[in-house]
């Protein structure tokens, strides 16, 4: 798999690297810079799906998760409703009835085909939406090109947030496509050649001490909203361990009961293990050799050096209390990681923190449906930090605030742990 | 659709047509028109799914529906559980595996995939699902041509049964890809030139006397085991249309509240009427220009000398009820048809009648796994007769049982009306 | 519990008894017979419900079930709707409001309390609920007394029902409350003197030959619209067991592993079986000494030797196809009862006959919303004949048709066996 | 009723009061005082209950809720488990089986009866239960009385949350009988007296400067264990409302289409509007003659100066939106109601914050089961702030951490604005 090899394991930006693209702000306006990264990201997309059959991107295997296909077709929408619809006259719509189809939650775009029903959507087919991207991708490229510049001042901002967008659903493709062939007794196969990136193996703890200082964004590269405004924060003493936690380790609690053990849990998550009966990670099966799970490269046995991933945030948390320890508040990993001081922060699993998902101090929206893109979610889902095995390359960074839900578990996610407030 | 000009709207054979094939007791064993009888079932199948694309055989619309490639790959396992499997010396099981995945219902034939998991399978996809088929073929055939005489009598009656079995899932796949459709804000197409077939347009009464007389199957030509024995039944006075009920009758039902006035359901039918909204015949919506409804042509205005279909056994009911007439029993049906007294008995709508569906008196289930072919769903189901546009050619026999539970309406289900008992 | 002694075994009217009433019909109409019959009837509603104390009579434990004073207060809300608030002159209803909460399914007799919901209702009290009881009582005696004979003719036959109605829930008061103490861990008692009745102990079979006879109600003595017509049905030749099948049976059928051989089932039970985790009939609970049943007394240890009960349909179609046998069909049944050639035929458990409940040929339901008694039931269900241990006296015969859906097994619900169709 | 008089609305200890007890580390230990505390707190939980029949103390109207008859028992239960159990020697269970039944959620101290059964227990009785209470009443008394002085040490605690345990139920005690009386057509009046208390009336703004102060409980007076730490936070500047907001402040907020506007809703509080059909506070009901609402008096009409209550925190957050407001932090909260700033702060309606529910940095519960009480439920809930009229007095603090589910609504909680970090 192409994408595998383009998977990016740190924040730092690749030299010769179309994406990220120059700051909207910068002057003169690098037009072929723009219309390279847009190139770049649509691309990746494609190159994601290759491997799939026509049958692989129709279906949603879970409420959650969406099929490669609506993927592929509702990045394509995004830029339609968003960019050209609103910054291209005279451009010319693919197909009205599309909106419908490929409009995800944004309620002020218009009204939409309910989640649960995406698998429903045969037509168009994988084929015909090629077709859809096309389009809009020569919309695109043209309008960058011949756009007074004035003109460009409002639309780079947005041709950015859809890169960033698209570049999410990316991510998302990866993840759903390994939840729907986990249901499948075949086990198939999305990449043979798939591995998990090398650990920077870094031992031993971070030590923070009492400050008041900032975090969030600050304004120079791009953000999403829900990372502003930069604010000041209280960090009181705590401690944040270099590694992330391992297959290793997470073996070590199931076997000391902590999947059968109320006493290591919230409430809520106990409930959850009980009516799903979970005893350990998501798509970990036991076989006669051990344990093994469902990978991009098929059924595998568990690799104990790894760090452990589809794990709740329910899971994460009684780990911590099952280890006398503690989750990292979200401003806590953003202090440590920026200054350097955490291993595998970035490309191997998205690491769940303590801080409930908020937000930050003045935070305000973007005006529009774009202002559906983060702020309705604020609530009853946790913040995640760093980025995983399946985030495109260019995409993370320091401030990023990935959220979930805290019984969900098929994306990358994993946990270090902390001590925190003694 | 080359499927629609064959289907068939008579019991009779047609001449010069491969199915059905000789009875299996027939001497000596015509072993090519078995043979050309087993292609024309098995590329009637092809041509059905012919239309569709790979997206489209995939998903499952609802629990009660089967994806396209579905039905392709589980007649193709019948074939190869059932008769190769039990009566091919040396045969080769193409894949263990696909038993799990495409086993039906048959508990003695091992652990299957759940019913409504069917629509997560995207492997094999429906092109590899074709090398299963033509693999299955060729040894069927080849057993045709090679296996001794003597095995041939135990080989013929499990090949016959399975080509009726994979006939009725040509029906479904028609049933089930108009419903996945349906789904669709965009109406997909099946089949341009699909149209209703003409009616024979009989008016007036057929009168039935009261008389013990014999149903069920005679012991001449095929017939499922639900038919058996044959046995005396007492039939009182009643007199049955000729014709079936039309769009324009329904119209005049829902038109003076139908669907909204309790008086005329049964208590359950009218927990289903509120609890799913109807207002109207499965996949009808009003329009600005009046009723329409989805067929294998796309969404169609509805022609008012049409017979009505998709319509639930509570509907039926309540029609009948409204009308101040009955449905007829099954046996009233058999009486009038087998006389040739009814009007567009076949081809047309399966016609619901008021008997519940169960066994006939001494009815014995064959041995085996294939015992669980009918005589299992002998509860909470009412028996339709006759056949449908839907239905294959050579398929449809006067004693024949059709049965749905009384909610269902996703086949082409209609009625005709009766006065009965009185 | 006095109730219980009071409990009849028989159809035989009891010497002295004032229930049954006269027959509407008879003339001169003795109005103090009617007057003492319903006197007895009331009585024993309260002399069922004195045992419990309010809460008892609050609980609503499923929603097939409903709670004591809700049985208390329906059965008196029947008597103002169709018999004051029609045929009295002056009647002051008692509280308008009640209408709402105590209807129990007659949709044109106004809107209702949903079912699910009727252990919502704290208020009125049970002890409130007596003087609705007495305000009613009154006004019936009265009428009773007081109507001119003319408006009599059209009293007494809804009186009449009324108090079959109300002996109906009678018989519910105590399986819904022996449900409802079954929930609770300390198996409360109802009737510490609470025993099975005596069985006839006949052994053998009933040989039926074939014949054309008439079943149904034939004019005389009360019977519910659903046992008319009479009329002719075939009975093909048959034979069945004089005696119940009992515990000792069931328990050989557990031990053979009946719970866990799909092969025995039909399809929808089986689901049941596996969805609800049945391994035995209902209440039953494995103990350090063998099975245990909760019961009236409490929980019990299980006779052998007692009918086998709380058993659904599903239940006794497995047991009969695990023995070889059938269930009759409720003509079957009739025809050998009125015989009098069955064992225990009444007062001990309702008998599951393989016969889908629907109207008989020709049925009428009764005009009005009392046309809802019986007929919007007739899909889904089965007949029961005989009466129960729980029945009032006087309250069976041997037309009486009883029904329930087939997964349910609240009721004091058996079996006896036959060979059918042979 | 006597109960309502006794409501405090401030937190200041009322003059000759036995609640609450002096603190269990002063000394000389009053061993008076603590039974009269202990008597004070036992007396008002049976004159909460006074009012309430047999039938009204059964029942649960929703899982959420529990029955008074279960609250009494249940806080009996505490005792007898946590106090006499594990410090009165001697000591003779009332009935063991009673263990099962009214333990509410301490997984270590065993087993019991799922939360959604609770109104399934009629037995024992409400009358039963007072014997229950009586029982542990007088145990606890001598205990208090006879106990080495070096025992009392570990008594005292342990007693004392007993007595703010109660405290708590007392305050569901009003609310579920609330809940559960709504549901009933005919309106039930829990209290003909009970009114609002009357409001402070106070105007304007508190106006917050940027500061490191400190919250959570310092070591006074009890706390539970989830009001510490005392800990550092971080406040910004900010403005907050002295007064709740109001009925006619609402009003305005359904009239401008509140209900109906997905932009002002989280995303997960718009399904709920959706699916739960809110257009109005919980209780609300539109009348002939504008909005009504049940409350503690029976149904009343809505009085617009009174605060909004019954109002979920999707409710708060959404009307904050449309307000262009904010909702405070828990610590702006505290902040300014420790500097008695804030009007009506306590005794009329709890105030949703901002604030996810989750533990200070430090917390540790307490060992053992009563570890459970708090810290388990620190996850998907939002904290919420002062008391209510339902909060029994003595029972409220400034730092006192309330706790719901985002979507809940049954207990008397509104809202008070703020602009927070601008």
Redesign the interface.
Known sequence: MAASAAISHSTEPQAGSAFPPPSPQKRPIDREAWIAAYRTVRAETESRAAPL???????Q?MEDASPT?WHRAHTTWFFEQFLLGEHCPGYRIYDE?LH??FNS?Y??AGPR?PRF?R?????P???ETRGYRAHVDAAVASLLRDAETAALEAILPILEIGLYHEQQHQELMLTDILH??A????G?VYDEAWRWPVSESRKGQVELSRS?TQIGHGGEGFAFDNESPR????V?PATIDRALVTNAQWLAFIEDGGYRR??F??????LKVQSEGWEAPGYWRRTERGWSSMTLAGIQPIDPTQPVTHIS??EA?AFARWSGRDLPTEAEWEIAARDGLLGDAFGHVWQWT?S?Y?P???YRPLPGAL?EYNG?????QYVLRGSSVATSEGHARIGYRNFFY?HQRWQFTGLRLSD???
């Open positions: 059959s026509p049958e692989d991107q129709q279906i295997s296909k009835r419908y189809l939650y309620v002020q085909q029903m698998g429903m959507i045969t037509r087919t994988a084929e729907a062939f249901q499948n007794p075949l198939p008041v604010h000041d924060v209280l009181l109320a006493e849990w919230l409430s809520d998550g106990w945030y329910y948390d303590r409930a908020g930050y101090p003045g202002g309705k979610f604020m609530s009853n805290p925190a407030g003694r």
